[in-house]
T-cell receptor, first 114, second 114 residues
Framework: AQSVTQLDSQVPVFEEAPVELRCNYS??????LFWYVQYPNQGLQLLLK??????LVKGINGFEAEFNKSQTSFHLRKPSVHISDTAEYFC????????????FGPGTSLSVIP | EAQVTQNPRYLITVTGKKLTVTCSQN?????MSWYRQDPGLGLRQIYY???????DKGDVPEGYKVSRKEKRNFPLILESPSPNQTSLYFC?????????????FGSGTRLTVV
């Protein structure tokens, strides 16, 4: 079975500063990894995904994430945040042997301060 | 516009009164799923469907029913709602199992059971 940990429940950051949102996963098999973003009063939107290949994955809105197999991590980064990035961010994992099951982390609330 | 449409967006009901939350997608996706979102717990899967007339339980199916009579529709039924089903509900669809390419989510239904 897989599990996802997002250690930071809330992350405040000043506008134009860099940000990293942390995600660690647990799995006994190879995994696919995802980051979703949820803007206020909206559904979740896929930011980026790692399926295979390059461990550095680029997504929408200037976000990127790096898959680190040895540390079982998939941290999300952005070099310069904007007010519009204020949202809830969810890390998710599925196994390559059972990819109909997607496990979501508890979420990290990113607040960008003007 | 490709989308997943849920109705209603907000619903307040009383314990024991049957209700249905509708979900419809216009992308011809085979795979659909229902999640509930609770603070600190992330999203938990209730039921999913791999195609018409094919449904299966997720992690928290108790108290819920679903049906998939048409490809585009996947309603969630609460036959006897209880206060512990107060939550934010999301319908999602995907062209393949959601752990491979990610989901498209609806805007959510906020349900309060009193």
């Amino acid at each position: 079975a897989q599990s996802v940990t997002q250690l930071d429940s809330q992350v405040p950051v000043f506008e134009e500063a860099p940000v990293e949102l942390r995600c660690n996963y647990s799995s006994s098999v190879s995994v696919y990894l995802f980051w979703y973003v949820q803007y206020p009063n909206q559904g979740l939107q896929l930011l980026l995904k790692y399926l295979s290949g390059s461990t550095l994955v680029k997504g929408i809105n200037g976000f990127e994430a790096e898959f680190n197999k040895s540390q079982t991590s998939f941290h999300l980064r952005k070099p310069s945040v904007h007010i519009s990035d204020t949202a809830e961010y969810f890390c998710a994992v599925s196994s390559k042997t059972s990819y109909d099951k997607v496990i979501f982390g508890p979420g990290t609330s990113l607040s960008v301060i003007p | 516009e490709a989308q997943v449409t849920q109705n209603p967006r907000y619903l307040i009901t009383v314990t024991g009164k049957k209700l249905t939350v509708t979900c419809s997608q216009n992308m011809n996706h085979e795979y659909m799923s229902w999640y509930r979102q609770d603070p600190g717990l992330g999203l938990r899967q209730i039921y999913y469907s791999m195609n018409v007339e094919v449904t299966d339980k997720g992690d928290v199916p108790e108290g819920y029913k679903v049906s998939r009579k048409e490809k585009r529709n996947f309603p969630l039924i609460l036959e006897s709602p209880s206060p512990n089903q107060t939550s934010l509900y999301f319908c999602a669809s995907s062209a393949s199992p959601g752990g491979l390419y990610g989901y498209t989510f609806g805007s959510g239904t906020r349900l309060t059971v009193v």
